[in-house]
Structures are given as structure tokens and as C-alpha cells.
């Protein structure tokens, strides 16, 4: 396959967008496996390139989290642990699962969460105070349900772990977007890894994007830490659009 500078550039802009994206709300698959398509790439490596990819990027977005001391550790590790069990259970039942039930149960669910966006969250000091037990059960049952549906089908996991941290584990919006990308992280990686060992990585284009999403993901990343509110709802209410536009498209015109 033949692959032009231009077409390069597109990628890496496409890909960068991604990539940054990704960082403050997850949902960059949205953009980044069109990108693959419309430039030709064979369909059984498409996958394992946007894995590869956005896990390698999404590694730079996680080392700043990291060190501005947003992730939390006693919380956020349940969920991680949680979403790879839930994966892979995931994984092992997209086979039997019709993606016209899940686009059709997207289109429902989409309007939902949206909705509960709009509502004015109350910040975690004005919500009463969960218990340590409480904690760690809505961490666990947020990582292994939404780590499922990463594995059955996948698009906007990142979305809707950021919205659950918000409204079940009262996080606020810089902690919640923080906290959310490593989890989403965690299971990427391990997908990625899986799609490493079977040869299913385009390299030829994944070398180029790969920077692209570490530049995308950096810049995300940095305005999540210092201008969390203004950034993080407009992003999630775009990926959330783009996830519903997605399922309408590949429910009545595929």
C-alpha cells in the first residue's frame, strides 16, 4: 500500500485531534478509525493500529496526571482492576451480541446522559460524603461494566467512565477526566498488547500517528490540569454527538 506525503499530513493532524480529544474526555476512536478507513488501511490491522497507537500517546497524557497528583491512587485502582476482568469478559461475548442491539441501545442511552450532564452536578463538597465501602463498590461496578462494554464494542468507554466518576464517585471535573483516561488506559494497553503478539499493527502509518497522538495527547492532557471546567463539559457533550451520529450512521445506512 502505497501512502503519500499528503496523506501523512492528514493523519497526523486527524490523528493529533484524536489524540487530544482522547485526553480530556476520551471518544478519539471516533475520529481515528474513520481516519484509517478513509485512507485504505486493511481492515484486520485498523484495530490493532488505533490501539497501538492511542495506548502509546495516551502514555505521555497519563505520566501528567501522574505527576500533577490528580490520579487517585486508593480509588482509581478498583476501577482499573475491575475494567481488565470486565474486558476481557467482554471480549469473550462480542461474538454472540448484535451490534444493531448496541447501537440501538446507545441511541437511547446517549439522549440519558447528556441529560444528567445538563442538570447542574452539585460539587463533591455540597453531596454527602461516601463511605469508604461505598467507594470502593462504585469504583469496582463502574471499571467492570464499562470495561465490558469496551470489550464488546468499545466507542466512548473513556466518555461515559468520566461521567461516572462525576456522578457516582462525586469526583470533580479535573479528577473525574483524570482518573477516567487511566483506567480507559489500562485496558488499551492490554488490548494492545494482545494486537502486538498477533501481528495486527500497521506500522507504516502507526509510526507517524503515534507522534501525532503524543502531541495531541500532551496538549489535552495539559489543559485538563490547568483549566479543567472550561475544557472537559464541552469536549464530553462534542465525543457524546459524534457517538450518536456514529450509531445512527451504522444503524440505517450499513
Not at 465501602?133 to 470489550?151: E, N, T, V
Amino acid at each position: 500500500m502505497e501512502i503519500e506525503l499528503w496523506q501523512y499530513v492528514i493523519v497526523f493532524v486527524l490523528i493529533g485531534f484524536a489524540g487530544f480529544i482522547d485526553s480530556i474526555a476520551g471518544g478519539g476512536g471516533l475520529i481515528s478509525v474513520p481516519t484509517y478507513l478513509a485512507l485504505g488501511m486493511p481492515a484486520e490491522l485498523i484495530l490493532g493500529t488505533n490501539k497501538c497507537v492511542s495506548s502509546t500517546g495516551a502514555t505521555f497524557a497519563v505520566f501528567r496526571y501522574i505527576r500533577s497528583r490528580t490520579i487517585i491512587w486508593h480509588t482509581v485502582i478498583y476501577a482499573i482492576v475491575a475494567a481488565l476482568v470486565g474486558s476481557a469478559i467482554g471480549a469473550s461475548l462480542s461474538a454472540y451480541l448484535s451490534k444493531r442491539l448496541l447501537f440501538t441501545l446507545l441511541l437511547i442511552v446517549i439522549p440519558i446522559l447528556l441529560y444528567l450532564q445538563a442538570r447542574k452536578i452539585p460539587l463533591p463538597s455540597e453531596r454527602l460524603a461516601l463511605t469508604r465501602q461505598q467507594i470502593i463498590s462504585r469504583a469496582i461496578l463502574a471499571g467492570f461494566f464499562l470495561g465490558g462494554y469496551d470489550g464488546i464494542f468499545g466507542p466512548g468507554t473513556g466518555t461515559f467512565l468520566l461521567l461516572a466518576f462525576m456522578l457516582f464517585l462525586h469526583m470533580e471535573t479535573r479528577a473525574a477526566s483524570a482518573n477516567a483516561r487511566i483506567v480507559n488506559y489500562a485496558s488499551n494497553v492490554s488490548a494492545f498488547i494482545y494486537f502486538l503478539i498477533q501481528g495486527r499493527i500497521f506500522w507504516q502509518v502507526a509510526v507517524v500517528a503515534v507522534f501525532a497522538s503524543i502531541l495531541g495527547n500532551w496538549l489535552g492532557s495539559g489543559l485538563v490540569i490547568n483549566n479543567a471546567d472550561k475544557v472537559v463539559v464541552p469536549i464530553f457533550r462534542f465525543v457524546l454527538f459524534m457517538l450518536m451520529l456514529k450509531c445512527s450512521y451504522d444503524l440505517f445506512f450499513t
